[in-house]
T-cell receptor
Framework: EAQVTQNPRYLITVTGKKLTVTCSQNMNHEYMSWYRQDPGLGLRQIYY???????DKGDVPEGYKVSRKEKRNFPLILESPSPNQTSLYFC????????????????FGPGTRLTVL | TQLLEQSPQFLSIQEGENLTVYCNSS?????LQWYRQEPGEGPVLLVT?????EVKKLKRLTFQFGDARKDSSLHITAAQPGDTGLYLCAGAAIDYKLSFGAGTTVTVRA
C-alpha cells in the first residue's frame, strides 16, 4: 500500500529535550516536506527536500532541522524544543517532474501531535 | 497574512442542503488543489484544477478555478454527514511551492 508513515503519532516532552520525528514514504517520491498545522493558521511549511541531500527552508524553519540521506526518509529534528513548537506536524511527499502533471500534489502522513511542556 | 484566504471559516448545515467554500488570493497560481482532512488524519487530495475557468466534478462536489487563476470555489450539492471535514485549498507556484489556506470546517448534521 502506498503510504507516508510518521512516528511517533503522539509525543509529550519537556522544553530543551532533543527529539526526532521520523517520516518514511514507499512511493519513490522525490519531493518531501514537513508542515505544522495550528488552529486558524492552516498548514505552514517548515522544510522541504526536492531530492536526496537537497533541503531548503519553508515558511517557518526556525527551531527545526531536517536531513535527507535516503530518498524514502525525511526526519524532522527539534534540537531544543520550546512550548511554541507544540503543534500537529505532517510529513508529505510528492512526485515531481512527471511531465504535464508537475503540480506537487501532496500525499500526507497521518500526523504527529507534539506537546512541549 | 495568509496568501490564500478561505471563507467561511466554519460552516454548519443540515443534510441535503448545498454549500459553497471560497478560496481567494491576489496571486496567480499554476494550479489549485483541494484537500479534505478528517479528525486524526492527514489531508487527502480531492482534485487539482489547472486551467483558468476549469470546472471539475467529483460526484456531488464541483470545483471551479477562476479565469485569472487567482481564486477557486468548492460547491457541494445535497451534502451528507460523510462530507463533514476540514477543506483546505492550496495554490501551487511555478517553482512547486505550495501555499495553503487556513481551511473551512464543514459540519453536516443528520
Amino acid at each position: 500500500e502506498a503510504q507516508v508513515t510518521q512516528n511517533p503519532r503522539y509525543l509529550i516532552t519537556v522544553t530543551g529535550k532533543k527529539l526526532t520525528v521520523t517520516c518514511s514514504q514507499n512511493m519513490n517520491h522525490e519531493y518531501m516536506s514537513w508542515y505544522r498545522q495550528d488552529p486558524g493558521l492552516g498548514l505552514r511549511q517548515i522544510y522541504y527536500s526536492m531530492n536526496v541531500e537537497v533541503t531548503d527552508k519553508g515558511d517557518v524553519p526556525e527551531g527545526y532541522k531536517v536531513s535527507r540521506k535516503e530518498k524514502r526518509n525525511f526526519p524532522l529534528i527539534l534540537e531544543s524544543p520550546s512550548p511554541n513548537q507544540t503543534s500537529l506536524y505532517f510529513c508529505a511527499s510528492s512526485l515531481l517532474g512527471t511531465g504535464a502533471r508537475d503540480y506537487n500534489e501532496q500525499f500526507f502522513g497521518p500526523g504527529t501531535r507534539l506537546t512541549v511542556l | 497574512t495568509q496568501l490564500l484566504e478561505q471563507s467561511p471559516q466554519f460552516l454548519s448545515i443540515q443534510e441535503g442542503e448545498n454549500l459553497t467554500v471560497y478560496c481567494n488570493s491576489s496571486s496567480v497560481f499554476s494550479s489549485l488543489q483541494w484537500y479534505r482532512q478528517e479528525p486524526g488524519e492527514g489531508p487527502v487530495l480531492l482534485v487539482t484544477v489547472v486551467t483558468g475557468g476549469e470546472v471539475k466534478k467529483l460526484k456531488r462536489l464541483t470545483f471551479q478555478f477562476g479565469d485569472a487563476r487567482k481564486d477557486s470555489s468548492l460547491h457541494i450539492t445535497a451534502a451528507q454527514p460523510g462530507d463533514t471535514g476540514l477543506y483546505l485549498c492550496a495554490g501551487a507556484a511555478i517553482d512547486y511551492k505550495l501555499s495553503f489556506g487556513a481551511g473551512t470546517t464543514v459540519t453536516v448534521r443528520a
